[in-house]
């Protein structure tokens, strides 16, 4: 409960609508997409400029109240529970798309604008920004950008930071200020705005986001191909890279996601096969089909035993299905799903789904893996109950044992996602401790009060790594 | 009969937020509790006894109900379901007014309930009470400004003699195809008689045997998005007793909303062991007016120039996914152009009586409709339920385009469509 002054001291801020206090609303923003965690916040807060939220956080500098930022609560490392109470901060008023740059081809944006809002308005002008978490329909820019979020073309476009140019933050206690900007070429100081990239509201409030955008690629082409064993799939993504073809998506689907899928939507799905790739490629359309038709060969080379390829949208949209629908036929299979995205170097990826496949037979799980094969970011999804506590317990085992797994193919344990909460136990395992030493002197720079998404990143007391054996 | 939120749909609900964007009362108000995943974890924090039920009494109410988060939903949450238990649960330490509660149960609840109210509105209509009632402003007085702004947009209705006149059946035109069994509803029937005889009409065209089955009332829809569930299952039972003894083909409706709740009589009476298994038989047989008219064409029309938009049933297209078929028919219309509404998959602000419950957010939603059927430069806006076309013309009103838009369901369009191409009589 907060003190009726700081109360009206916050309403005061955003006006009295935009202040929620009710035992409902507390309810409703004590959560976010991760299963498990949840936490009741004093106040939630709506704010709807950058100057209502720089005066939020002068209350909460001034009386030391936690602050934990959120968009649309998608995120899946509890990064966005209000993990230490106080105050939720949520951005979504925060919507507005203010200016598409075409000379400089830039977009500014609002924190709260929906990636896929942004996405049709830069599109509705030719323009292209590539990031496309999977959430994209309900996340938010500023939710992007504090995780750097990533997407299915991660491979060709890079993620989340590298489309950041500029920003407009509120400081802890309360000062507004921006960093970077329009210009390409900009080498004035330390580069802040790559560090508050996936920063996960530790560090400031950002409020404002100014991106890079690309001229729309031309045209489209599709692949499926099915494979008998996951060596073979992981061959053909080799030397397709190796083949100097860089395709705009990459996906790849075990066994068990295969069937999965199939028991769901019934696509006409290989569910003997080990493995699918889902291969896109984008630019001119000569381009497209050319690679295609070579990524075609050399899947078919590698032992691929069905190719299928299109260039017709409605037939390429029938290839990208099984993809699609990946998450929710798993989704359906029981009441909790646990999503990760423990990802290693692509050249790892076999090895790497066969020590999920052992492991999760070790602790007798349901876990399947489909994801990014193109920039090794896989996706183990365990398919559990979280009434059932001793299962949670193996749940918990199995995936202690894959990031470490991860790490020692040179991986991490997290490629788009985020610590948060969930991960934070894991965090010095992949950093060490002198990575969060000079961490936490960073967050101390920005933050020393603490109170700034308090309980994230870094855990109270990290766990005893597990020794993989191979 | 105490209706429990069930832990297993809750459950399922992995708050991965896919739905934030496709509800309707979440995009107009921007909280959480606004929102389907919200009110799911709300219901969940009432079943876990983290919250009493009255403390989420103000999201459950703001609620449309028109499911569109459940094609949104990854995970398959049967979110209407667990809405309706939520419901359920309030109604029980909130009854409704005992005026509304009567009305239900006897005016829309009883098949003579449904014949005494089109014969009470009629004479209403006909001794000009109406100008009485709106001078003195009573409507909104007793049944408030949602109420109110309904009354001035019913149509005139059907009288005595008309409804007198209807015959328990029509016979094929020509060699019969189907025998079909025509569910009338209760408002749909009372306001827009005339879409039903228009439907009927179409169907016999095509070769339909249409029966009305005597002894059917209201689906019970209503009931059960109000919370009153025994009223529900009651109206269910009552449908289904009447309609299974013909051995129709199919059950047809013209209202998108019935036609819903019909479809899902085998989960309404899921647990009940004498009535499971007549459900399903029942809802498997179900259609909407436009789906097995699609079915049975093609349909010869005749000239119907203008340019036509539609706006879906939210039932009709999130609970009997029906979707295609009346665009389809609307594109088919000789000399007529077709333009897709945008965002015709969001409500219109009807959603059965939330437009009289929460009038100010129907409103809000209505508004930003009405300004977007205006952006298309429609002459005619079809719509396939009857909330929803009370709700536009009432909309298209309120914008000043009563002028330019006409609002027309369906089965009026195709009617007069199929009338044109051979006036009755000539048909071979």
Redesign the interface.
Known sequence: MLRPEILSALQAAVGEEWC?T????L?????????LYQRLPDA?V?PRTTEEVAAVMRVAHEHRIPVHTRG???NLAAGTVPAEGGIVL?L??M?KILEIDQENLTATAEAGV?T?DLHKAVEAVGLFYPPDPG?M???TLGGNVMESAGGLRGLKYGVTKDYVMGLTAVTADGRIFRAGGKNVKDVAGYDLVKLICGSEGTLCIVTEVTLKLLPIPETKRTALAAFPDMEAAARAVSKIIAARIIPCTLEFMDNGTIRAVEEYVGLGLPTDAAALLLIQQDGPASVCDADIARIAEICRQEGATNVEHASDPAEQDRLMQARRWA??AL??RK???ILEDATVPRSQIAPMVAQIQRIAEKYRLDICTFGHAGDGNLHPTCMT???NKEELERVEQAFAEIFAAALELGGTITGEHGVGEAKSPYLEWKVGPVGIELMKNIKKAFDPHHILNPGKLFAGETRKRVVVRQ | MKVQISEDLVLNCMRCGFCLPACPTYREKQVESASPRGRIALMRAVMEDKLDILDIADPLDACLGCRACEPACPAGVTYGAILEQGRAQLAEVRPLPGVVRWAYRWLLGTPGGIKFSAWALWLYQKLHLSSLVRRLNLVEKIGGKGLADMEKVIPPVASPAQRAARKPAYPAVGARRYRVAFFLGCLSDIVFFETNQNAIDVLTRLGCDVELPAGQGCCGAVHSHAGEHAMAVEQAKRNIAAFEAGGYDFIVSTAGGCGAALREYDKLLADDPDWADRARAFSARCRDFSELVEQLGPVPMGEMPGTYTYQDSCHLRNVQKVAAPPRNLLKALPGARFVELPEADRCCGAAGTYMITQALMSDRILDDKSEKVRETGASTLVVANTPCHLEMLEGIQRAGLADQVQVRHIADVVAEAVRKAAPAGEEA
């Open positions: 929620l009710s035992k409902a609303d309810v409703a923003y004590s959560y976010d997409a991760t299963p939630v709506l649309a609560g998608t949520s979504n008023r919507n929906i896929a959430s329909t309900s996340s998450l929710s989704a359906r009441p909790t799903t109950d979280e009434r």
